[in-house]
């Protein structure tokens, strides 16, 4: 079985799908993590990110991989180099969403992310892989809540990790790119047809892994 979750920014996919996978021994995929090491190579190779075809040849010339650490958590390289811990600024999330906007792009991360998931059993994170990615998956999930609740969610992380920022900046920076990711061409953020919509708002991670257990069981039986 394949277990597709989408949704926007802040809803709680990778929190709940990594969880999820853990209790069914799954392999969990964040496709985010992919365009996001992409993002983070534009920036620090000073590509234009407006060069669609730049931004392209960048990540056809280079390779990019998820392995999994002794310590179990997923890692995601750039070439050899462990960008994990470098992936999560707010400047990399923008441009993350700027270059999955490019069609040469998503078609390369296409094949790369339906490769992860060729042994099947897998949980995979994202915008497009209830519609694009995994049609066929088994399970398929729309997370969301509230933008207000996503923003809190975000300051509450970035709070933790020391950094300073305010809850209207990050909600302006949410909607911006939701917006983006449900407005470009190609593959936009979308329920698919044979998604079940979740709203997380006012509900804690444990309650969301277990509906999504529920429905798991259910789609199994
Ligand atoms: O992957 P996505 O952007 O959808 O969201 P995330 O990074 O998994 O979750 C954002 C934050 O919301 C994390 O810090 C989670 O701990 C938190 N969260 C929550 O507070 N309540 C939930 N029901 C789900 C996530
Ligand atoms: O964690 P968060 O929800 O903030 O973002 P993410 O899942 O790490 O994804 C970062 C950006 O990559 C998104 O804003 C999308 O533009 C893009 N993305 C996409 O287009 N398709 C996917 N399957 C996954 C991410």
């Known amino acids: 079985m394949n277990i597709a979750i989408d949704g926007p920014a802040g809803a709680g996919k990778s929190t709940v799908a990594k969880l ?3 209790q069914l021994e799954y392999l969990y995929i964040d496709t985010g993590s992919m365009y996001r090491a992409l993002a983070w ?6 590509v234009d990110v407006e060069a669609e ?7 056809k010339q280079n390779h ?15 070439n ?4 994990t811990d470098r992936i999560r600024t707010p400047e990399v999330s923008k441009f993350a969403s700027v270059v999955a906007s490019y069609a040469p792009v998503r078609e390369q991360m296409l094949v790369l992310q ?8 897998v949980v995979m994170d994202g915008r497009d892989i209830g519609t694009h990615v995994l049609p066929d998956a088994e399970v398929k999930i729309f997370l969301t809540a509230s933008i207000r609740e996503r923003a809190e969610r975000r300051l509450q992380e970035l709070l933790q990790k020391g950094h300073q920022t305010d809850l209207a900046a990050l909600e302006a920076e949410i909607a911006e790119r939701d917006k983006r990711d449900m407005e470009r061409e190609v593959a936009p953020l979308r329920q698919a047809d044979d998604a079940v919509l979740i709203d997380t708002t006012g509900m804690t991670i444990p309650q969301v892994v277990e509906r999504i257990l ?5 789609s199994g039986e």
């Open 214 to 218: 529920e429905i798991c069981k259910r």
């Open 53 to 59: 075809q730049a931004v392209s040849d960048l990540l």
């Open 114 to 121: 339906r490769e992860l998931a060729v042994a099947g059993n």
């Open 20 to 22: 999820v996978a853990e």
């Open 64 to 78: 990019i991989t998820l392995k999994r650490d002794t310590d179990n958590q997923q890692h995601i390289f750039w």
């Open 41 to 46: 190579a534009v920036i620090t190779k000073q």
């Open 80 to 83: 050899d180099e462990d960008v």
